[in-house]
């Protein structure tokens, strides 16, 4: 007899911390080495760079699936109205968002390499055209306005054009999901493939396999059927044996440039599976990526000031010259950084104003 829905483990919002842990720990080391000079550190475990330097972008597919799941789980169980649900979801981006902002807005210029003026950094133009650019950044929509590191003050912060586009088709997702099952993952996928030419398109996979995750309970069922009822000496070894299977398949894919973006995200889902399956049961490691998670959202809006936006700083990370060391440092100086703005924000009360406008 088949296990039912209400025995399955479920994939709690600490085991989505933990994926997002793991992801910002991919993404911190890739902008540290990803398109650096490698005369200006040496890497400790060379088979770790010579994996996550050129391909660690691996990482996006992470917060679009988990993107995709959390918003999945609410609207196929109809907990709250569709318009609601965007509504929250929206306010809770420009949450973590707009501080963070404001605060590369004001330190900016006086961090950088050089004096960084407004025209610098959002371009030449009437007053009028400045203000647009400056309103664009701060609506997250630079980079669908106007592409890769154009009129923008962080384009690592491409992510937000991208999450405020999967909020307008995840709706969508989930009654295809609700209609056509797991049928609806491989219409999008076809649509990836055949339609590339919009600039989003390529995630949408990822994002609807999110959806499918939730709608079917699948961290669970695959959870559930990966423990071989408890036999854990046949269990871990073949998890192991299967993650190292499908991250060959990826690392091959991606050197030979083939679907980058659907190899990205078969390796995501194995990995936040693995995580979840195995990782969250080890106390100390666990509990280091639930926090890292808890705080991936400050950590990608403000990792890449200590890299490429403060030239001390950027200079005195890569002093300590092996690129573990070189990760560390800007991992746990943007953690504290993170601390720090969510400290502000609990004595600002902005996280009760928006609270009050999430409607919680």
Known sequence: METSQKTLPAFTPQATNLCKGIAICI???????????????????????RILGPYGNVCVPFFVILTGYGFALKYLRHDRPVLRQLRTRTVRLYQSYWPAFLLGFLITPVIGRFWTGLSTTYGEGTPFQLLERILINALGLSHYAYGDGIYTLNQTWWYMSLALILLLF???????????????????????????SFRYLAYFPAAMLGVCLAGSSGFGRVKERAGLGGRWYLSVPLQLLGLFLVLLLWYRLRQQDLYPV??????????????????????VLGRLLRYLGRHSGNIFYLHSFI????????????????DLLIFAAVLLVSLAMSICLEWFKRVSRWNRLMDTLAGT
């Open 307 to 322: 890299l490429s936006y403060a030239n001390y700083t950027g200079v005195l990370v890569f002093r300590l010259h092996y």
């Open 170 to 196: 995840l709706p969508c997702f989930c009654a295809m999901f609700e209609r056509l099952r797991f049928w609806s993952l491989g219409i999008v996928t076809l649509a990836a493939l055949l339609l590339p």
């Open 27 to 49: 993404m911190v080391y890739y902008h540290c080495f990803g398109a650096t000079d490698e005369s200006l550190f040496t890497p400790v475990l060379p088979f770790l760079y």
């Open 262 to 283: 659907l190899a990205n995200t078969l390796a995501a889902w194995a990995i936040s599976q693995f995580c979840f399956n195995l990782l969250a049961g080890i106390p």
